[in-house]
Structure formats: structure tokens, C-alpha cells
């Protein structure tokens, strides 16, 4: 059973260019959401999805977009890098919404370094 | 003020010690908590989640006090295998739940 997969792995990119990041939820799973998690930090919540649309967001700016698909994946884009975009991004998917007690499922992660 | 604090530590012990991490929360509303684990650049993995009347996991105990805001984990018998970073997450349910995390608390068991 296939859990949460992220694509790329790594990614490094320059100030200013554009970057897609990709995210697939574990089987049965339909909401995705994401987070950025800079170095000694816990992750922060970028936004979330939930049937294609952005059901909520976090306090992050415009630059950061997202897409859900038919089949629950997801990507983030971020436009305009800047340096301090470099981070862990993480993707975590979660089941149908039958009680409050469960945890997400994390990807691991896209490690993206911005210079 | 920050929704989720905690000490960032490190807190290094000696195995078989026990030790016990303290997380803040400042929104009453909070619903679901929950403790996760991170191992150096790795994804967090759920460790457990938190319940009012309290909850234990072999070494690991976790309580909830909703009127001072504030849960705890508690682990006996440490294990170097223990030593990761320690996320205490707050959810406030209102349409999703969206997961707060706090910074973390790093452990690091010695031997």
C-alpha cells in the first residue's frame, strides 16, 4: 500500500525562477495538505485541498499556488523564488472526514534549495 | 504568542532515563492534539494521538489538560532509538482540521 509520494526528492533552483512540486495521497485518501518546514523549524501550514478547491490557507503570500486534481493529487508552485523559499516541503494527505482523531500521513518531503 | 509552543530542548538524557516534554497551546478552541516524531531530515510520522482521559503506548504516556492548555509526553526507559525531534500538533476543527505545529523539542539519548 503506496503511502504518500512526493516528487522531486530534491530540487535546486535561482532566485526568481518558478518551481512545481508534486504530491500523490496514500490510497483512500482525499484531502491533501502542505507545509513548509525551514531548518530547525516544525512545519508550517501552507494550505489545503479538498475536492480540487483550496479549502484553506495559511500565511503565506500569492506566490505560493496550488492544484488539486480529479484523482487527489496535488502540486504546489511557488513563483519568484527567493532565498528564504529554501525548505522541506511536505505534502500530507488525509482520509474522509469520519472523526476529528486522525493524524495526517506525510509524504517525505521535497528538500528545495533556492540560491 | 506563538499557537503551539515548545522548548526546543536538546534535552540529553542517559539511556533508561525518563523524560518528559511539555507543549503550550493558546487557542481554547483546539480539538485534536496529537504528538508526532522527526528523525533528522526525514517526514514527521505520528507517534499518538492525545486524549482527554489521557493515553499510554508501551514507554510513552500522553496527557491533555484542557484547562491549562497544555499536553505532555512522557517516555520511560529511553532508548537511543529514541532520540528525534518531538512535534506537539493542535488541530481546531471548524470545516477541516488543519494541524498547527509546534518548533519542536529535540531529544537525544546517550549512552
Known amino acids: 500500500d503506496a503511502g504518500v509520494t512526493q516528487s522531486p526528492t530534491h530540487l535546486i533552483k535561482t532566485r526568481g525562477q518558478q518551481v512545481t512540486l508534486r504530491c500523490s495521497p496514500k490510497?483512500?485518501?482525499?484531502?491533501v495538505s502542505w507545509y513548509q518546514q525551514a531548518l530547525g523549524q516544525g512545519p508550517q501550514f501552507i494550505f489545503q485541498y479538498y475536492e480540487e478547491e483550496e479549502r484553506q490557507r495559511g500565511n503565506f503570500p500569492d506566490r505560493f499556488s496550488g492544484h488539486q486534481f480529479p484523482n487527489y493529487s496535488s502540486e504546489l508552485n511557488v513563483n519568484a523564488l527567493l532565498l528564504g523559499d529554501s525548505a522541506l516541503y511536505l505534502c500530507a494527505s488525509s482520509p474522509p472526514r469520519t472523526g476529528t482523531y486522525y493524524g495526517y500521513t506525510f509524504g517525505s518531503g521535497t528538500r528545495l534549495t533556492v540560491v | 504568542r506563538k499557537e503551539v509552543e515548545q522548548d526546543p530542548g536538546p534535552f540529553n538524557v542517559p539511556e533508561g532515563a525518563t523524560v518528559a516534554f511539555n507543549c503550550t497551546y493558546s487557542?481554547?478552541?483546539?480539538?485534536?492534539f496529537f504528538w508526532y516524531r522527526q528523525d533528522c531530515r526525514k517526514e514527521p510520522k505520528l507517534l499518538m494521538s492525545?486524549?482527554?482521559s489521557g493515553n499510554e503506548d508501551g514507554r510513552f504516556t500522553a496527557q491533555l489538560n484542557r484547562a491549562s492548555q497544555y499536553i505532555s509526553l512522557l517516555i520511560r526507559d529511553s532508548k537511543l532509538s529514541d532520540s528525534a525531534t518531538y512535534l506537539c500538533?493542535?488541530?481546531?476543527?471548524?470545516?477541516?482540521?488543519?494541524?498547527?505545529f509546534g518548533t519542536g523539542t529535540r531529544l537525544k539519548v546517550l549512552a
Open positions: 500538533v493542535v488541530s481546531t476543527t471548524s470545516g477541516t482540521y488543519k494541524y498547527i
Open positions: 492525545v486524549y482527554s
Open positions: 487557542n481554547s478552541a483546539s480539538q485534536s
Open positions: 490510497s483512500g485518501h482525499d484531502t
